[in-house]
């Protein structure tokens, strides 16, 4: 079980349990990716088995969000049987005035992309150290590639003026694999000044799956902050 006594686990814990209570019963829900929207998910299913909730079904964005909303007992279903969803909650890496993001740092931004997109409401859960004046400023952009094609691609983000590196594995040998058995490049801009151009750009080189530039997609965004020693919750719409 975690610390509740640390004041960040505290605060991403009370984060997570906001979004988890906009659910509302007979909701198909996005699940995203991430330690914040790892409670939301914990949250979710709590309110299922108390009865609080009921009829919800689940669409998770990654492998690790399908292990944890089967250990909180959220029924799954998939975007065969669906055509769009009522709410979806996850994270980002950074979030700029304009409430548009960064997202990928879990490798999982392709399938958080398709279910974020779907949704009729989308919150976003994070921290405030996740506020940017401009995206990019302080997280590289996380693009999927097709492992054949990662140096060409490479190659085409310099010529972008970006300076793109393969993400490695931590505590293993290799690359990180996607879900889809792909590769990710973390790529640097010295600025980002218009990332619906720029998403539109990275997705036209051949080779590329998706980016991490999500664009006009969050409606809510729930920042937790410790101020005096306890959490605080803003949000901005």
Known sequence: M?????PVVTMKQEVGKAAALRVQSDSIVGLGTGSTTAFAIQYI??????GELKNIVGVPTSFAAEVLARKYGIPLTTLDV????????????????????IKGGGAAHT?????????????????????????????????????????PVMHKLEKLGGKPD?????KKDGPVVTDQGNLVIDVKFDSIDDPASLEKIINNIPGVLENG???????????????NGQPVIQEIT
């Open 82 to 101: 669906i055509d769009k969803l009522d709410i979806a909650i996850d994270g980002a890496d950074e979030v700029d005035p304009q409430k548009n993001l």
């Open 166 to 170: 393969l993400r490695m594995g931590v």
């Open 111 to 151: 399938r958080e992309k398709i279910v974020d997109s779907l949704a009729d409401l989308f919150i976003v859960v994070v921290d405030k150290s996740k506020l940017v004046t401009q995206l990019g400023s302080t997280f590289a952009l996380p693009i999927e590639v097709l492992p054949m094609a990662a140096v």
């Open 2 to 6: 975690v610390d509740t006594q640390d």
């Open 45 to 50: 299913g709590e309110r299922l088995s108390t």
């Open 213 to 227: 530039l999500f664009v006009g997609l969050a409606d809510i965004i729930l920042v937790g902050s410790i101020e």
